[in-house]
């Protein structure tokens, strides 16, 4: 199982440390936030897009197409209603120049089952604990 460690760090701005990787989550400057990184959400959103990407570029390679041009545009929208959830996100695939008509089908298959889309479908379990924190003393 993965691990994930998140501590608050200043305002709305929490750290993330990732297998020794650090990243930065935050608001906007509008939304209460200094902007000092994504918002979590962004983050989610990131996460399927790189993860298309991903399994596009496998798909290329053992294909022994060129991965060169490869690029992934997204657009997420939020949900007007509640609770409040991402509603639509729209992800487009830019593919090498050279790539071959015919394998347009079989990439989007195999892009369309990356582990993170695989997770939205099939909805993982959420378990949550609450912990006091430690006293000093």
């Given at each position: 199982m993965g691990s994930i460690s998140v501590s608050h760090t200043i305002g709305d701005q929490f750290s993330l440390r990732i297998r020794g990787h650090s990243l930065v989550v935050d608001q906007p400057v509008e939304a209460g936030g200094e902007d000092a990184g994504p918002t979590p959400t962004?983050?989610?959103?990131?996460?399927?897009?790189?993860?298309?990407?991903?399994?596009?570029?496998?798909?290329?390679?053992?294909?022994?197409?060129?991965?060169?041009?490869?690029?992934?545009?997204?657009?997420?929208?939020?949900?007007g209603d509640r609770p409040a959830r991402v509603n639509r996100i729209d992800i487009r695939l830019a593919l090498p120049d050279s790539f071959p008509e015919d394998r347009l089908e079989a990439l989007t298959r195999v892009v369309e089952h990356c582990t993170v889309h695989n997770s939205l479908r099939q909805a993982p379990e959420i378990h949550l604990s609450l912990q006091q924190a430690a006293l000093a003393g």
């Open positions: 962004e983050l989610f959103v990131a996460g399927l897009a790189a993860c298309s990407g991903f399994y596009a570029g496998r798909f290329l390679r053992r294909h022994d197409l060129p991965v060169e041009g490869l690029g992934i545009e997204c657009d997420f929208a939020m949900s």
